[in-house]
Nanobody, 120 residues
Framework: QVQLVESGGGLVQSGGSLRLSCAAS????????MAWYRQAPGKERELVAT???????NYADSVKGRFTISRDNAKNTVYLQMNSLKPEDTALYYC??????????????WGQGTQVTVSS
């Protein structure tokens, strides 16, 4: 199985920064699009940012100009640099990745999430 493990979450003051990491492990032939989602209590899961294997990125309007998604293909890792954090950014952040794994199977993997809490 392909597994994703997020790290880097924590408690930060409004205006501060955090850098999230998500490392993929397992038998991976190829990683395609990787993404970050977030979900706050009582709200629907929101797509935050995506990055293709070629490095093309897309962002939710709510985070444009503040967040940056990047990836290190050699490490099978995707990052989310979060600057100018606001209390409304508080959520559980999930990593998502699709690609080709063992036995030439396509996969769509999710991490268990890392908590980001931004205080006023």
């Amino acid at each position: 199985q392909v597994q994703l493990v997020e790290s880097g979450g924590g408690l930060v003051q409004s205006g501060g920064s955090l850098r999230l990491s998500c490392a993929a492990s397992g038998i991976i032939f190829r990683l395609d699009v990787m993404a970050w989602y977030r979900q706050a209590p009582g709200k629907e899961r929101e797509l935050v940012a995506t990055i293709t294997n070629g490095g093309n990125t897309n962002y939710a309007d709510s985070v444009k100009g503040r967040f940056t998604i990047s990836r290190d293909n050699a490490k099978n890792t995707v990052y989310l640099q979060m600057n100018s954090l606001k209390p409304e950014d508080t959520a559980l952040y999930y990593c998502n990745a699709g690609g080709r794994g063992s036995y030439w199977r396509n996969f769509d993997a999710w991490g268990q999430g890392t908590q980001v809490t931004v205080s006023s």
